[in-house]
Nanobody, 124 residues
Framework: QEQLVESGGGLVQAGGSLRLSCAAS????????IGWFRQPPGKEREFVAG????????LYADSVKGRFTISRDNAKNTGYLEMNSLKPEDTAVYYC?????????????????WGQGTQVTVSS
Protein backbone atom coordinates (compact mmCIF):
# COMPACT_ATOMS: atom_id res chain seq x y z
CA GLN A 1 0.00 0.00 0.00
CA GLU A 2 1.27 3.42 -0.91
CA GLN A 3 1.93 5.77 1.99
CA LEU A 4 2.43 9.46 1.41
CA VAL A 5 3.96 12.00 3.75
CA GLU A 6 3.85 15.74 3.05
CA SER A 7 6.33 18.23 4.41
CA GLY A 8 7.39 21.82 3.83
CA GLY A 9 4.36 23.68 5.05
CA GLY A 10 4.55 26.63 7.39
CA LEU A 11 3.85 30.29 7.92
CA VAL A 12 4.91 32.74 5.23
CA GLN A 13 4.15 36.35 4.39
CA ALA A 14 2.18 37.27 1.31
CA GLY A 15 4.43 37.29 -1.72
CA GLY A 16 6.66 34.62 -0.25
CA SER A 17 7.40 31.09 -1.36
CA LEU A 18 7.23 27.56 -0.02
CA ARG A 19 8.13 24.19 -1.44
CA LEU A 20 6.04 21.23 -0.42
CA SER A 21 7.31 17.68 -0.72
CA CYS A 22 5.42 14.43 -0.92
CA ALA A 23 7.51 11.40 -0.01
CA ALA A 24 6.20 7.96 -0.85
CA SER A 25 6.89 4.61 0.73
CA UNK A 26 5.62 1.26 -0.33
CA UNK A 27 5.37 0.91 -4.09
CA UNK A 28 7.42 3.11 -6.34
CA UNK A 29 5.82 6.49 -6.89
CA UNK A 30 6.59 6.35 -10.61
CA UNK A 31 3.58 4.03 -10.97
CA UNK A 32 1.23 6.81 -9.89
CA UNK A 33 -0.09 10.12 -11.04
CA ILE A 34 0.39 12.69 -8.28
CA GLY A 35 -2.14 15.30 -7.33
CA TRP A 36 -1.98 18.15 -4.86
CA PHE A 37 -5.18 19.31 -3.20
CA ARG A 38 -5.93 21.85 -0.53
CA GLN A 39 -8.67 22.51 1.97
CA PRO A 40 -9.04 26.11 3.14
CA PRO A 41 -10.64 26.71 6.53
CA GLY A 42 -14.37 26.04 6.39
CA LYS A 43 -14.29 25.08 2.72
CA GLU A 44 -14.29 21.97 0.59
CA ARG A 45 -11.14 20.23 -0.56
CA GLU A 46 -10.06 21.50 -3.98
CA PHE A 47 -7.69 20.45 -6.70
CA VAL A 48 -4.48 22.45 -6.99
CA ALA A 49 -2.23 20.65 -9.46
CA GLY A 50 -1.42 17.24 -10.89
CA UNK A 51 1.45 15.60 -12.73
CA UNK A 52 1.48 12.43 -14.79
CA UNK A 53 3.62 9.41 -14.08
CA UNK A 54 6.36 10.54 -16.43
CA UNK A 55 6.20 14.17 -15.38
CA UNK A 56 5.55 15.33 -18.93
CA UNK A 57 1.91 16.25 -18.40
CA UNK A 58 0.70 18.72 -15.79
CA LEU A 59 -2.60 20.35 -14.88
CA TYR A 60 -3.24 23.36 -12.68
CA ALA A 61 -6.21 25.04 -11.10
CA ASP A 62 -6.78 28.48 -12.57
CA SER A 63 -6.21 30.07 -9.17
CA VAL A 64 -2.58 28.89 -9.04
CA LYS A 65 -1.51 29.00 -12.69
CA GLY A 66 1.68 30.94 -13.15
CA ARG A 67 2.46 30.86 -9.41
CA PHE A 68 2.68 27.16 -8.53
CA THR A 69 4.77 24.47 -10.19
CA ILE A 70 4.27 20.76 -9.70
CA SER A 71 7.10 18.34 -10.35
CA ARG A 72 8.35 14.93 -9.39
CA ASP A 73 11.59 13.04 -8.98
CA ASN A 74 10.83 9.38 -9.50
CA ALA A 75 14.35 8.39 -8.56
CA LYS A 76 13.75 9.91 -5.14
CA ASN A 77 10.16 8.65 -4.94
CA THR A 78 9.09 12.22 -4.20
CA GLY A 79 6.71 14.80 -5.59
CA TYR A 80 6.93 18.55 -5.15
CA LEU A 81 4.78 21.64 -5.24
CA GLU A 82 6.69 24.88 -5.59
CA MET A 83 4.51 27.79 -4.49
CA ASN A 84 5.51 31.35 -5.32
CA SER A 85 3.79 34.72 -4.94
CA LEU A 86 1.68 33.28 -2.16
CA LYS A 87 -1.53 35.03 -1.21
CA PRO A 88 -3.59 34.90 1.99
CA GLU A 89 -6.25 32.98 0.08
CA ASP A 90 -3.72 30.17 -0.44
CA THR A 91 -3.98 29.42 3.27
CA ALA A 92 -5.09 25.80 3.61
CA VAL A 93 -4.10 22.31 4.55
CA TYR A 94 -2.33 20.88 1.52
CA TYR A 95 -2.57 17.20 0.67
CA CYS A 96 -0.76 15.08 -1.84
CA UNK A 97 -2.52 12.15 -3.41
CA UNK A 98 -1.62 9.28 -5.72
CA UNK A 99 -3.64 7.80 -8.52
CA UNK A 100 -2.83 4.48 -10.14
CA UNK A 101 -3.67 5.65 -13.66
CA UNK A 102 -1.74 7.82 -16.07
CA UNK A 103 -4.22 10.64 -16.65
CA UNK A 104 -4.28 13.58 -14.28
CA UNK A 105 -7.72 14.12 -12.77
CA UNK A 106 -9.12 17.01 -10.75
CA UNK A 107 -11.61 14.95 -8.79
CA UNK A 108 -10.43 13.87 -5.35
CA UNK A 109 -12.41 10.65 -5.67
CA UNK A 110 -10.08 9.54 -8.48
CA UNK A 111 -7.11 9.25 -6.09
CA UNK A 112 -6.57 6.10 -4.03
CA UNK A 113 -3.89 7.21 -1.61
CA TRP A 114 -3.60 10.34 0.49
CA GLY A 115 -1.16 11.94 2.84
CA GLN A 116 -2.10 13.45 6.19
CA GLY A 117 -1.67 17.02 4.98
CA THR A 118 0.57 19.94 5.80
CA GLN A 119 -0.59 23.36 6.91
CA VAL A 120 0.26 26.41 4.81
CA THR A 121 -0.57 29.79 6.30
CA VAL A 122 -0.03 33.00 4.36
CA SER A 123 -0.19 36.21 6.35
CA SER A 124 -1.12 39.55 4.81
Amino acid sequence: QEQLVESGGGLVQAGGSLRLSCAASGRTLSMYTIGWFRQPPGKEREFVAGVSRSGRSTLYADSVKGRFTISRDNAKNTGYLEMNSLKPEDTAVYYCAARGRSVVKEEASEYEYWGQGTQVTVSS
